[in-house]
């Protein structure tokens, strides 16, 4: 099946043109290169305008992020020695091959829901439980020097 482009009158396959709930045949009246080149020539002409726009969602983001994940370690504290103080409360991942990404960084550019995934893979640990878990996990030389 055919349809005319609207925007450069050219006949093309109903497959080019993006689909649009609304309209009778179930189609855009623009094919898909049309909308690019309307698309490319407004984003150039107001680049500034849609960074900041981008700037400003992902700056949101991170912050709403952010104050999610300082909600969740107040309410858990230390697997080990039960501190409390999110401060220097962080995320161990239980199993380094099911980690996809660390928790600091899908805090910057992932849904919320990203990142609760990962941190159901984590186990909270203050930071010197941590740095003593991983010390003996993959044998620091301070671990073993200790353990002489």
């Not at 010197?128 to 991983?134: G, V």
Request: aromatic letters at 8%; one cysteine or more.
């Amino acid at each position: 099946m055919e349809k005319v482009c609207t925007k450069c009158s050219l006949k093309k396959d109903l497959l080019l043109f993006p689909a649009k709930k609304k309209a009778k045949d179930g189609h855009a009246s623009w094919c898909r290169a049309c909308f690019k080149a309307n698309w490319d020539v407004r984003y150039r002409e107001n680049h500034q305008h849609y960074r900041d726009s981008h700037n400003t969602s992902r700056r949101k983001i991170r912050e709403q992020n952010a104050r999610k994940v300082f909600d969740y370690l107040t309410h858990h504290p230390c697997v080990n020695c039960g501190e409390s103080d999110p401060i220097v409360l962080e995320f161990d991942h239980r199993d380094r091959i099911e980690k996809s990404e660390c928790i600091s960084i899908l805090i910057l550019n992932s849904s919320w829901e990203r990142v609760e995934l990962e941190i159901e893979k984590c186990d909270v640990l203050c930071a010197n439980c941590h740095r003593r878990k991983s010390a003996a996990e993959f044998n620091y030389k301070r671990h073993i020097f200790v353990n002489i």
